[in-house]
């Protein structure tokens, strides 16, 4: 069971926009950024945003983050076939002296 | 460009402890103020953070899995390690190391077997 509630699953049609929810409380996202995360098959995650709405160098702005109140959300607009990996959210968490949590991870299927 | 690169035992017993080294390249470890951590992947789930620790030597750990680990820094090296003690069966994953939330490994996959 994580921490950060994201559904297991999103889907959307080429050029579609799709966003992927993540969930959290008041000791997590409520107080701290959010990071999103990308995972093709077979390779380690990649930073897609940090700081709840920042994208690192090289991340198309397709992809485009927001948070409100305990809840963040990832948005990618005009769907690729390349899109189609596993997404996470994660944030520091300030309750039992610290620490990360994660979401469970969305699987996006571009149909 | 940074990089970071795990080694380390593929294959580990159960009852045993789990060592890993992170060795950064393109950076120092103890010239910028970082976290450098441990998440791992057990086979077809999502990721779960072991702990991390700062520059400066404080450490903050994973509330299920703090009695069991230990992350350190070698300067001299440039490098970090994790030590898993007492592993089982559901400490097989891939185990990434990491610069804060932005820069890792390509990971490593550890089993746990006898």
């Known amino acids: 069971q994580s921490v950060l509630t994201q559904p297991p699953s999103a889907s959307g049609t080429p050029g579609q926009r799709v966003t992927i929810s993540c969930s959290g409380s008041?000791?997590?996202?409520?107080?701290?950024?959010v990071y999103w995360y990308q995972q093709l098959p077979g390779t380690a995650p990649k930073l897609l945003i940090y700081?709840?709405?920042q994208r690192p160098s090289g991340v198309p702005d397709r992809f485009s983050g927001s948070k409100s109140g305990t809840s963040a959300s990832l948005a990618i607009s005009g769907l690729r076939s390349e899109d189609e990996a596993d997404y996470y959210c994660?944030?520091?968490?300030?309750?039992?002296?610290?620490?990360?949590?994660f979401g469970g991870g969305t699987k996006l299927t571009v149909l | 460009q940074l990089q970071l690169q795990e080694s380390g035992p593929g294959l580990v017993k159960p009852s045993e402890t789990l060592s890993l080294t992170c060795t950064v390249s393109?950076?120092?470890?103890?010239?910028?103020?970082?976290?450098w951590g441990w998440i791992r992947q057990p086979p077809g789930k999502g990721l779960e953070w072991i702990g991390s620790i700062y520059y400066s030597g404080s450490t903050y750990y994973n509330p299920s899995l703090k009695s069991r680990v230990t992350i350190s820094v070698d300067t001299s090296k440039n490098q970090f390690s994790l030590k898993l003690s007492s592993v089982t069966a559901a400490d097989t994953a891939v185990y990434y190391c990491l610069r804060g939330f932005d820069y890792w490994g390509q990971g490593t996959l550890v089993t746990v077997s006898s």
């Open positions: 700081s709840n709405n």
């Open positions: 393109g950076g120092s470890i103890s010239s910028s103020s970082y976290y």
């Open positions: 008041s000791s997590n996202i409520g107080s701290n950024y």
């Open positions: 994660a944030a520091w968490d300030d309750s039992l002296s610290g620490h990360v949590v």
